[in-house]
């Protein structure tokens, strides 16, 4: 078994991205920038008034002056502005040349057609570059580009962002016991979650991914299908049949295929069966079959290694929170996860939880509470790792 921190390493020097293209602006939600944005121009552009007043000199802020123009903003001054003569300006516009203020018309009086000053505030405009110069690095290669990102992106007019090429996902779930979500088990069946669970985490988190079925406990089906899945994507993710048991014969069928095991055991729990192979930079991940060791692990093996072809790092957020209640646990070998909620005064409380199959649990979570190996117990009022779903 090894740590999660030895399966991030050995991940990192593994998964490379491998492909760059041009998108739409805002088609990158999501993606990973593959080359830095520059600014195209001094940012403003121009000496610009970050209020509504007037544009003039401070020297002549002691006499009446004449308003010879109104600037609104997208509006270039036709005058300048000279000894005893102001224009009035709104938020966002040029100052005109000359002008080396703009005073708030909050503080300010007009009276035909001649301004007075009655404040004492006069420094309000943003001079031409202070946020950026042309040339300027506004978001480097790797970042994750978010809203913020393709605001930034469009004032600088980077309309075709270079991004790294999103890996194509295909997910399975195995075993005989499974029949789809609109099927009614028979004897001995379940119907298949790990399938959807771990689609929609990809989707949600803008992979691209596709759900291709379930795959029979048949090692002959499951080489052909594997092989024709690895042949079109670059990473498939399955949930099931990577433990120790008789039907569990995953990792054999990816040494079969020429995939090489990197780990196939975590000091976790929920989720010590899971295995990770690769071949030619392409990746097959086995997820446990127990919902709630399936979803854990996803959330820190299977983010990780998409993230890591994404060309961005990754790690499941934490968060240090007050615990409402104690929490305690016998085996400490391992670092666990037990799913809980935050409270109402953001505190984590306790859920019932029965175990890894125990997919119940999880719509009232909120979260997990990570706790590492070798503790056995943290007291109320202490401080608990909490990550999110």
Known sequence: MIRISE???????HARPSHTEKVTLESS?????????????????????????????????????KVIEMIPAGYFPKQNISAGTCSKIMTGAKVPDGADCVVMVEFTSEENGFMTFTGTT???????????????????????????????????????????????????????????????????????SNGYQTLTQCLNAGFNATYQGIIPDDPDITYKTLAEATEKNEVVILSGGVSMGDLDFI???????????????????????????????????????????SLVQFNLIGKKLIYQLCGSPYEWESYSVKMAETYSRKKTERT??????????????????????????LPVATGFLMVHEGIAEIKQGEYGTYRPL
């Open 29 to 65: 939600l999501g993606r990973v920038l593959a080359a830095d944005v520059k600014s195209d121009m001094d940012m403003p552009p121009f000496n610009k008034a970050s209020v509504d007043g007037y544009a003039c000199r401070k020297e002549d802020l002691g006499r009446p002056l």
């Open 7 to 13: 399966a991030y390493t050995i991940i990192e020097n």
């Open 251 to 293: 990792p054999s069928v990816m040494e079969k295929l020429g995939y090489r095991i990197l780990f196939e055991a975590l000091k976790v729990q929920p989720g010590k069966p899971t295995t990770l192979a690769v071949k030619d930079n392409r990746f097959i991940v086995g997820l446990p079959g127990n919902p709630v060791s």
């Open 122 to 192: 006069t420094s309000n405009f943003a001079i031409m570059g202070e946020d950026a110069v042309k040339g300027q690095t506004l978001i480097s290669a790797g970042t994750l580009i978010r809203p913020q990102h393709i605001a930034v992106m469009a004032s600088a007019g980077c309309t075709r962002p270079v991004v790294f090429s999103s890996p194509s996902i295909a997910i399975f779930a195995t075993g005989n016991e499974l029949v789809e979500p609109s099927a009614i088990p028979g004897p001995g069946q379940i119907r298949n």
């Open 336 to 361: 666990g996860f037990t799913p809980v909620k935050l409270n109402a005064n953001y505190e984590i409380e306790l859920l019932k939880y029965n175990g890894s199959a125990h997919i119940q649990a």
